[in-house]
Structures are given as structure tokens and as C-alpha cells.
């Protein structure tokens, strides 16, 4: 075969090999990047949030005649139970027992149970007390303000 180049034909080119053809090129295998860990280590919050689910938990177990679960109904709880608590369990932080009480009275349907001469009990389940109207309208207040986690 051969080209065409102005008036001129050329012959096409030819290498020329010795004995011998190069061999393959093969790549240098570089290690691989070690392995990250899939999960992200857990913030401050998360341990934080983990722990309040925890001590909720925790509640509900020791004191299964005050405290219920998210499934059950609730019973209003004694004006004053959070220093109970504390007293119960001196070794747990107060702020982390402020959160789980926060956490079972505002984010469950809780509010729904409160309702006017309803029986406020103690840990032990013991009726200590009654609500009153105005903390019932609260409740009521509350409920429709917002929608409640249950």
C-alpha cells in the first residue's frame, strides 16, 4: 500500500524489530487506601440522645407502676416526681433525668391523659395527688399547638 503525497507515491512505513519484540508494559499494582469505617463516629448529641432513651428505659423497668411505655396508657405523674428521681438515683445526672422526663411527657401522647381530677401517682404507682383544671386546659392547649409523637 502506499500513499499518496503530491505527485509522488511513498512507501508506507515499516518497523523494523530485532529478534527479540519489547515486551507488555504491565502496571505497578499500588496498594489500596485502608478501609474507612462505614458509620461516622457518634456526635455528643447522639450519646446524649441514646443515653435519655436509655434512662427512659431504665424508668419504665424500675418503676413500671408510674412510668409506661410508648404503647400503654399513660398515668399523670406527681407535681415534684423529677426530685424524686433524684433522690431515687443520686448517681445519674440531673440534667440527663430532666431530658428523659422531658422526653416522655412533651413526645409521647402523654397531654392526651391529662385530664381535669384524673389521679397523679408517685413511683410507686400510689394516686398522690389530682390534676387540676388549669393544668388540664394546658394540656389541652398543648395538644392542639402541636401535633404529638406517639
Given at each position: ?71 400503654s ?33 412533651y ?39 402541636k401535633?404529638?409523637?406517639?
Amino acid at each position: 500500500m502506499t500513499t499518496l503525497t503530491g505527485n509522488r507515491m511513498k512507501p508506507p512505513l515499516r518497523l523494523k524489530l530485532g529478534k527479540n519484540p519489547p515486551a507488555p508494559v504491565t502496571p505497578v499494582p499500588t496498594p489500596s487506601p485502608p478501609l474507612q469505617p462505614t458509620t461516622e463516629p457518634t456526635s455528643d448529641r447522639q450519646q446524649q440522645a441514646a443515653a435519655v432513651v436509655a434512662l427512659r428505659r431504665q424508668l419504665i423497668r424500675m418503676y413500671p407502676g408510674a412510668f409506661k411505655n410508648f404503647k400503654s396508657a399513660k398515668l399523670p405523674l406527681k407535681v415534684g416526681i423529677r426530685a424524686d428521681i433524684l433522690a431515687a438515683m443520686p448517681d445519674v445526672e440531673p440534667k440527663l433525668i430532666e431530658a428523659a422526663l422531658r422526653e416522655y411527657c412533651y413526645r409521647s401522647d402523654y397531654p392526651r391523659y391529662l385530664t381535669e381530677g384524673a389521679g397523679r401517682v408517685n413511683l410507686q404507682g400510689e394516686v398522690v395527688g389530682t390534676v387540676s383544671a388549669e393544668e388540664a386546659r394546658y394540656a389541652a392547649a398543648c395538644m392542639k399547638g402541636k401535633k404529638v409523637v406517639t
